[in-house]
């Protein structure tokens, strides 16, 4: 909404949805509609905004493994490894590993 939006639409919602949606912003474009905005909040709360890669790294997280083995069992570079882990702690609000784990183990995601 910040950014000018004027509607919240999922990707799996039907196509009559969609067009509701821009039709809703082409009439009323200071207005905003969403169907289950709430869940979409709730949904992204819950996962501090992590992409699915970023969750599937969170969820390794606790085993304990080498950044080099890490990254090679993620088929990715360990600098690009680096770079998420980053982004995790960064949107977890957290600055290692050890607190990423509990915070996640603490949110229900490990």
Known sequence: MHAGASAFVQKAAP???LIASIEHALRTPQA???HDIAGAIRRTRETFGLSQRELQILSQLH??????EFAASLFITESTLKTHLSAIYR???VKNRVQAILKAQQSGLS
Do not use: N, R, V
């Open 63 to 68: 085993k304990g493994a080498p950044l080099q």
């Open 15 to 17: 196509i009559s949805e």
């Open 91 to 93: 949107k977890m609000g």
């Open 32 to 34: 905003f509609s969403a």
